[in-house]
């Protein structure tokens, strides 16, 4: 849908030389926002009065603005209004930036948000039609690019549909989202919702613990507390990943630094939670939490099990987390993305995202096929567990002979 432009100012934010309004069509007009300052108000309305997920929250963009955008990114977020009335129906965040000589928008991420969904300023709903007008509308506001790559993309967001998920263009993709609907009494959330296999060994966990000394979920509540467990996630999360020989984003100094920064703000707010689960004297396991709205989002997660060998302290800070959720009337647990066992094991349905992933130009539909390629060598080794296996024992040694080298001291 072209129709007619239209070039008529949408609300009380004046157009500057961070944010422009252009022609779009019939059904809706943009305004493109270079800068976070300019969209502050209009987004922080959204957030508490709109649909959107805890990967969208202000300061977590501020914080992948300030520390995690690459120097040659530019920030790319365009409000979306209704043609006829003016209102807003919604945001979407991206960024352009340079790749392999050509250039590329993608979402406004940089590694740290599972999910990529525009902020809606309703639950109104969306249809394949509206979704491809507000589309378009984007495009034509945005500057040249050689390709898109949109992953993470969520079916819905809270219930309601996903515009970008609705697009003739997207696909499925490797990833897959688990969570679960939590009602009901917090002292018996794992009986009700969760498979009898987990309740069971969840329990007999737990005792294990008991004997070993008093156990307590414990919250950040100061910057000093939210220092010392945050600290103690890394040290147990790179341990951890040292030893299988796996990749981790928190080997990068500046995403460790978004991290704890975002902890520590978010100890105003509530938005961002840290606990860990003591026994005695030692934390043997660590969640870094999103809450927003009625959903928490558990994000990293970290586990000492040279302490308790025989117990496994991830899903014991997990199981007792439901509860807490529970306490705080959250109604929807989200185990992020990833296919790891125990999503399954707790009971979490999955649900697969979908990638908006196409080039406009030469150099961008051969970098598209490239990603194509890379990602369905991986979907095939994925498939054979034996291919799998040595693919993996391969790149847990190459890993820690980098490491190794990188160790040894200068002669």
């Not at 007619?4 to 059904?27: E, F, H, K």
């Not at 491809?132 to 040249?144: E, K, Y």
């Not at 060998?309 to 807490?324: D, E, K, Q, T, Y």
């Not at 306490?327 to 790891?340: I, K, N, R, T």
Request: proline share 5%.
């Amino acid at each position: 849908m072209t129709g007619q432009a239209v070039q008529t100012v949408v609300n009380d934010l004046p157009a500057g030389p961070a944010s422009r309004v252009v022609a779009a069509n019939d059904t809706f007009t943009v305004r493109l926002h270079t800068s976070l300052d300019s969209v502050r108000p209009l987004w922080l309305h959204l957030q508490e009065n709109g649909v959107c997920t805890g990967h969208q929250n202000y300061a977590w963009a501020e914080g992948i603005v300030a520390g995690l955008m690459p120097d040659d990114a530019e920030l790319l977020i365009v409000e979306v209004n209704d043609a006829a009335t003016g209102a807003n129906r919604m945001l979407v965040p991206l960024m352009r930036r340079q790749a392999f000589q050509h250039r590329v928008i993608e979402w406004l991420s940089c590694g740290v948000c599972d999910y990529s969904a525009p902020l809606l300023a309703d639950a109104s709903p969306w249809t394949a039609q509206s979704a491809q007008a507000a589309w378009t509308a984007v495009r034509s506001i945005l500057p040249p690019a050689d390709r898109f790559h949109i992953t993470g993309i969520p079916r819905t967001i809270n219930g309601v549909a996903n515009p970008l998920a609705l697009l003739p263009e997207i696909r499925d993709s490797l990833q897959t989202a688990f969570g679960m609907a939590i009602d009901g009494e917090p002292e018996t959330v794992l009986k009700r919702l969760c498979r009898p296999s987990f309740v069971k060994e969840f329990n007999k966990d737990w005792r294990r613990l008991e004997r070993l000394g008093s156990v307590e979920l414990v919250e950040a509540g100061t910057p000093a507390e939210a220092e010392q467990i945050f600290g103690e996630l890394l040290r147990m999360r790179l341990s951890r990943f040292r030893e299988l020989g796996r990749f981790d984003l928190l080997t990068q100094e500046k995403v460790v630094d978004f991290y704890r920064n975002a902890a520590l703000r978010g100890l105003l707010d509530k938005s961002v939670r840290l606990f860990g689960l003591r026994v005695g004297e030692a934390l043997i396991a660590v969640q870094y939490l999103l809450v927003h709205q009625d959903t928490v989002h558990a994000l990293l997660i970290a586990m000492d099990q040279s302490v308790v060998p025989n117990v496994s302290p991830g899903l014991a800070i997990m199981g007792r987390l439901m509860g807490w959720a529970r306490e705080q009337a959250l109604g929807y647990f989200d185990l992020s993305v990833g296919d790891q066992s125990y999503k399954e094991r707790m009971g979490a349905k999955g649900s697969v995202l979908v990638k908006l992933s196409h080039g406009y130009t030469m150099r961008g539909n051969a970098a598209t096929a490239a990603i194509d390629l890379r990602s369905r060598t991986e979907a095939f080794v994925r498939s054979r567990p034996g291919l799998l296996k040595v693919a993996r024992e391969t790149m847990r040694r190459v890993r820690r002979l980098r490491g190794g080298l990188q160790r040894q001291p200068d002669k």
